[in-house]
C-alpha cells in the first residue's frame, strides 16, 4: 500500500510544471520542520495561555495584593522594631 501511495505521488509530481514542484517540495519541507517543532511549541504555547489565564484570573490578582500588603507589613514591623 505504501509503495503503491509513493509511486502515486511520485508520478503526480512528475505532472506539475517546474513552480509547481517547488512549492509542492517547499509544503512538504515546512510540514516535516513544523512536526519536529510543533510538539514543544504548542506544549509552551498552551502552557503560557493558561499561566496568562491564571494569572488575570480575580483570585491570583488578590493573592498578590495580599502578599504584596503582608510583605509592606512585615516591613515596617521591622523598622518600628
Known amino acids: 500500500m505504501v509503495k503503491n501511495n509513493a509511486k502515486n505521488v511520485a508520478n503526480e509530481i ?3 510544471n ?3 514542484t517547488i512549492a ?3 509544503y ?3 510540514i516535516l520542520t513544523n512536526r ?3 510538539p514543544k511549541s504548542k506544549e509552551n504555547s498552551i502552557n503560557d495561555d493558561l499561566i ?3 494569572s488575570d ?3 491570583n490578582k488578590r493573592a498578590r495584593q495580599v502578599f504584596e ?3 509592606t507589613r512585615r516591613q515596617n514591623i521591622q523598622r518600628a522594631a
Do not use: C, F, M, R
Open 28 to 30: 512538504i519541507s515546512d
Open 24 to 26: 509542492v517540495l517547499d
Open 69 to 71: 500588603w503582608e510583605k
Open 36 to 38: 519536529t517543532a510543533t
Open 18 to 20: 517546474e513552480n509547481e
Open 57 to 59: 484570573a480575580y483570585e
Open 52 to 54: 496568562v489565564s491564571l
Open 14 to 16: 512528475k505532472k506539475l
